[in-house]
Structure formats: C-alpha cells, structure tokens
C-alpha cells in the first residue's frame, strides 16, 4: 500500500550486504534522509526469521539475505514534533513523568516517537531504555511510571497486577457530585471494573465538580465510562461526555502510592501544583 504520503512497504533481502537504507530506499522510492528521519522515529521493522520482529534505527545495519524489512511511512506524523513530558523524579532505575495531553503512552506501527517513553530514552540523562509498565489514555494526562530496566519493568508490572499500586486521579464533571463516595462496579470489555469518586468542590455557577477518583482496576476508559454512566460525564470528553465542550479533557494522573520494588520503602507522588486540576 502506497500514496505520496503514506507508504506501507515489506521487502525481502534477495542478497547479503546491502544496508538497511539502501535498500528502502531503493524499494520506497524516498530519499535516503527521509528513510533515516523514519527509522529515526520508529517507523521500520525488521523480521530475522522466527525472532520477534524489532523496530530498527540503524540506518547501516547490514541486511541479511532474506531478512525482511517492513516500513510503515507516514509523512504527516513523522514531520509533527513530539510534545515535550516533564520528568518529576528520577529513581535511577525508575521515573516520575508528567506527561502532558495528547502525547501517547505506546507507539504503533507508524512510529513511536510521539510516546512518552521515547522521549524519556532520547532525553533522560545519562540515556538508558524506558519501558512502558502502565498506560494513560491520549487525552488525559498526569503522572507515569517508566522503569528503566526490565527486571524493574516485571516489578512495577506485578505491582499493578497485583493492585498494590494506588492511583488517584482529579476530574472535572458536569453537574453536582454527590457529597457520599460513589462506588461503579461494571464489566468494560467482559472484564470486572471498580472506580471510587468522591467530591472535592463544586462550582455553582458552573454547574462543575472537581472529583477524586481511585480505581482498583485499570479499564480502556474506564473512569470516563463508569462517570458518563453515573450522570457525569467528564467535561471535554469527545468520546462520552457533552459535544459542546470547548476544553480539552478535564482528566489527570493525580498520584501514584507504592512500595519501591527496588529500596522497599513506601512511596508516595503528586502532581505538582501548577499542572493540578481546578474548577
């Protein structure tokens, strides 16, 4: 599949020796400068028999003879710039990021380099792997985890799966909250899901309310999904909430509590002031 803009290409080394850019290049018909800009960005695979497919970034990595190549290249999102995360802490073998709305927490296919994780490895100092262990919906934003070895990663991920990581979250809804904690315990996806709101403030004259929000589960829009169902929809929500909403969504990460796997000691963060939730 191919346009001027879009290309999806899969091509098999029919000899050894030739470069991993010069043979896209060849096949794809673009310049050897956007091939390394899309290797650059995530955005070529390659396929060494039964290993598991890897994005490749060497733009002179030499290519076995039937190794193959796959390029996903998207002109629009490759020239967009990657949204800048904000590092709070940094743990060494793990960190605090704030990552802001519309930064994304896992690539696809056509590039990684609008993931908060990409731009941890390209901009943590000193540089080390970032490793996804949860995930934040594009639309929201607030506090993440990244572990920076895999040992960590399988750490933090038993944590979650466990639930013995506490999340909280700050939402704006429509409408007046009601002052007794909310309980919402539905199925999303054929799966159990449990969300706990209770009200913070409530602004009158807006008809808005600031809620704290703690699930025990971690559900494909689960908070926005249990709120709109509850008679609150979140405001900004495109997807569940009012379709005249001029703000984006009013939905953040607002800390997270665990036990570090690495020192054993309780740890507890928030989001800093400024990029905290109001009414």
């Not at 002179?60 to 590092?87: F, R, V």
């Not at 315990?185 to 704290?212: F, G, P, Q, V, W």
Request: proline content about 3%.
């Amino acid at each position: 599949m191919s346009s001027d803009n879009r290309i999806e290409q899969h091509i098999t080394a029919a000899t050894n020796g030739q470069s991993a850019v010069d043979i896209l290049s060849q096949n794809t018909g673009l310049s050897k400068q956007r091939i390394k800009l899309a290797m650059k960005h995530g955005a070529v695979w390659i396929e060494r028999g039964t290993q598991k497919i890897q994005r490749l970034r060497r733009a002179k990595q030499l290519i076995k003879q039937g190794e193959i190549l796959h390029i996903y290249y998207d002109a629009e999102l490759i020239a967009t710039p990657a949204t800048p995360s904000e590092l709070i802490y940094d743990k060494s073998a793990y960190s605090i990021w704030y990552k802001p709305q519309g930064i994304l927490s896992q690539g696809s296919k056509w590039g990684d380099h609008h993931t908060i994780n990409r731009w941890a490895e390209q901009n943590l100092q000193p540089q080390r792997p970032a490793f996804i262990v949860h995930r934040l919906d594009k639309a929201a934003r607030g506090l993440m985890i990244l572990a920076h070895k895999k040992q960590t990663a399988t750490q933090f991920s038993d944590l979650f799966e466990k639930r013995q990581i506490e999340k909280h979250y700050q939402v704006v809804v429509h409408g007046r909250f009601p002052s007794e904690t909310q309980t919402m315990t539905t199925n999303i996806d054929e799966r159990s899901a449990m969300t706990h709101a209770k009200l913070l403030e409530y602004d009158i004259k807006k008809d808005r309310s600031l809620i704290d929000v703690n699930i025990e589960t971690g559900r494909k829009h689960q908070i926005r999904k249990h709120l709109q169902e509850l008679g609150f929809p979140v405001v900004g929500d495109r997807l569940y909430g009012k379709e005249d909403d001029i703000e984006d969504l009013q939905l953040a990460s607002f800390s997270l509590a665990f036990i570090c796997p690495i020192t054993q000691e309780q740890k507890y963060y928030t989001l800093p002031k400024d990029k905290q939730l109001t009414l």
